[in-house]
């Protein structure tokens, strides 16, 4: 079992920045790909960005490219979503996510169905 804790959002004016953290316990850390997901009510899960197991490959949602950035500090069994010039589409509740992968390469994951784990998700709320 891995337990996931995010931290860092909250309310910030279109434009700004936040860093989004995922403290991970239970298990290796680095054993884990993970990824960021966010949801709005009514829709789908959606993936951010992901990570993989070493931290050298990374994959993005085309509408954050260039403005959100996904890195993993494996000493510290933390993710982490450094967001920036944000945008009020970007509203959404934001959920870390842990795939075992240590059995299948060093890859990143794009969809919710192959994450293992989830946290309970952290609010982000930009205004306008």
């Known amino acids: 079992q891995v337990q996931l804790v995010e931290s860092g959002g909250g309310l910030v004016q279109a434009g700004g920045s936040l860093r989004l953290s995922c403290a991970a316990s239970?298990?290796?850390?680095?054993?884990?790909?993970m990824g960021w997901f966010r949801q709005t009510p009514g829709e789908e899960r959606e993936i951010v960005a992901g990570?993989?197991?070493?931290?050298?490959?990374?994959t993005y949602a085309d509408s954050v490219k260039g403005r959100f950035t996904i890195d993993r500090d494996n000493a510290k069994s933390t993710v982490y979503l450094h967001m920036t010039s944000l945008k009020p589409e970007d509203t959404a509740i934001y959920f870390c996510s842990a795939r075992h992968a240590y059995y299948s390469g060093d890859d990143v994951y794009r969809t919710d169905a192959e994450y293992d784990y989830w946290g309970q998700g952290t609010q982000v709320t930009v205004s306008s």
């Open positions: 239970g298990r290796p850390f680095s054993m884990y790909a």
């Open positions: 990570i993989s197991m070493n931290g050298d490959i990374t």
